[in-house]
């Protein structure tokens, strides 16, 4: 009975993994056709209205024509996620942090994520680290509301086409609540309770897969249909001059370095003031430490002074050692060395 049951449990799922992947290949398979087929229509209406648009062109630059990548984006239907990053100078921060806001605001995006570093003393240049989410189709206005709002150093601009892991994790997903509908189906025939265990446990792991497979589709969703935008804003007294010459280079180089002095400057005054009530209680107590060492020295040369003076020695205070010297009141001869042959 028991092999009879596994036998059937076996087959059931063979035939139902079989019937998945076949599923999900023939889905994967005309996904792609589609996407195929809708690639080849853009190219051909390119082809037939490229004599138009060239003629109204004219001798225009084609850079005048596209100021951002979404604008050369496909109009196919491909899943395609927008990153960009941007670098803002402002000699108003408030104002540059208000105007990126409203920009955001009006293209129907919101601040996901945000950092100001503000230095503790006064007068230092603030920065301020945004992530905006926008709405792909508003993509493009938001990056031109953006750089408006200040003085627009650097952007950068990316583009990621997600279509061909879109399309499997469709294909995948139809395959699977394709299994789940068949394993409910066989739930309501099972006759026995082993089978009935079998059959719910395999259909606890096809739910499993269905729901992180959801997810994974929810995130690319979520990555596509709202673009993200990184923004740096840096206070600065003096924006950025682009140069294009040599001397134009050298000049400014020249001006940023007589700035940074300046700056360099300041902040050296900024600090010795700060500074300057430590200095003061340093040289207090220097002046007193000074002036108590040389009233001690004085003092020490007072008690010096006051000592009375020992007398002097004399020649009659150093007595003969030797009796003959006492005698003759002369000096003894010096003893010679013997001498060695």
Known sequence: MKKTLFSILFSLALAASLAGCGGAASSTAAARASYSSMDSAPQAYA????????????????SDAVQNSADLLPQDGRK????????????DFNATCTALARAAQSCGGYVSSTSIDTPAYEGAYRTAYYQFRIPAEQYSVFLEGAGSAGNLVSKQESTQDVTSA?????ARLKSLKLQE???????????????????????????YQIESYTAQQRTYDDLISYS????????????TEKTETF????????RRSWRDFGY???DFAVGFVAALPTLLVLAVL???????ARAAVRLHKKRLAGRPAPAPRTPAGYAPQNGNEAETGKDAPPSTPPKYK
């Open 181 to 207: 509908e068949r394993l409910y189906a066989m739930m309501e025939q099972a006759g026995d309770l082993e089978t009935l265990l079998a059959i719910q446990n395999q259909l606890t792991e096809v739910q």
């Open 166 to 170: 879109y399309v499997d994790v469709e």
């Open 247 to 254: 001397g134009d280079r050298v000049s400014d180089a020249f």
């Open 286 to 292: 220097a002046a007193v430490a000074v002036t108590a």
């Open 47 to 62: 082809a037939d209205a490229g004599g138009t648009a060239a003629e109204a062109a004219g001798t225009s630059d084609l």
């Open 80 to 91: 395609i996620i927008l990153n960009a990053t941007l670098s803002i100078e402002a000699l």
């Open 228 to 239: 993200t935008v990184d923004v740096t804003v840096e206070e600065v007294k003096q924006i």
């Open 264 to 266: 360099g400057a300041q």
